[in-house]
T-cell receptor
Framework: AQSVAQPEDQVNVAEGNPLTVKCTYS??????LFWYVQYPNRGLQFLLK??????LVKGSYGFEAEFNKSQTTFHLNKPSALVSDSALYFC????????????FGKGTTLSVSS | GAVVSQHPSRVICKSGTSVKIECRSL??????MFWYRQFPKQSLMLMAT?????????EQGVEKDKFLINHASLTLSTLTVTSAHPEDSSFYIC?????????FGPGTRLTVL
């Protein structure tokens, strides 16, 4: 069965500092991994995805994530956090590119202080 | 990127009434749409997979007679919450699948009094 774990409920960083939001996955087969961000009472906004190829994936708003197959991780990083990055972040996984629902992690609340 | 809309964005209803939520893919045809539910401070949980022209596939624990899904066209799927109760209050999000991406609607906040 597929599963996604986000071990931290909340991550607090100061503006300008690097941030990391952790994600660990478990799938049978090749994973397709995604990061989404959700602002209060809003839907999901796509940040980035890993399908194949380069393990380092760059996405929207300066975010990037590194696919690590041996450790089954897909942590989200940003070199310099902004207050506006404060939101709820979800990691998601599937094993099929199209036509398959995503399995979401429980979410991590990122709080960036000025 | 592709756009998915949901209507209404927010609805408040009395217990026992039915509520219909529409999900539309505005600029692409989606053979598959998904319905998720998100309770406060929790993750998104898949409710059902909706395929155009066929019956929806429901996840375990989701009552198909309570959450009626219709996917009559390649651009429209509807979720009807029948005889809604306060415990059905939640944030309902649809997504439409296109090649390697899922595009999410903005969500519908349902409050049942």
């Amino acid at each position: 069965a597929q599963s996604v774990a986000q071990p931290e409920d909340q991550v607090n960083v100061a503006e300008g500092n690097p941030l990391t939001v952790k994600c660990t996955y478990s799938v049978s087969g090749n994973p397709y991994l995604f990061w989404y961000v959700q602002y209060p009472n809003r839907g999901l906004q796509f940040l980035l995805k890993y399908i194949t190829g380069d393990n380092l994936v760059k996405g929207s708003y300066g975010f990037e994530a590194e696919f690590n197959k041996s450790q089954t991780t897909f942590h989200l990083n940003k070199p310099s956090a902004l207050v506006s990055d404060s939101a709820l972040y979800f990691c998601a996984v599937t094993t099929n590119q199209a036509g398959t629902a995503l399995i979401f992690g429980k979410g991590t609340t990122l709080s960036v202080s000025s | 990127g592709a756009v998915v809309s949901q209507h209404p964005s927010r609805v408040i209803c009395k217990s026992g009434t039915s509520v219909k939520i529409e999900c539309r893919s505005l600029d692409f045809q989606a053979t598959t749409m998904f319905w998720y539910r998100q309770f406060p401070k929790q993750s998104l949980m898949l409710m059902a997979t909706s395929n155009e022209g066929s019956k929806a596939t429901y996840e375990q624990g989701v009552e198909k007679d309570k959450f009626l899904i219709n996917h009559a066209s390649l651009t429209l799927s509807t979720l009807t919450v029948t005889s809604a109760h306060p415990e059905d209050s939640s944030f309902y999000i649809c997504s439409a699948s296109s090649t390697s991406r899922q595009f999410f609607g903005p969500g519908t906040r349902l409050t049942v009094l």
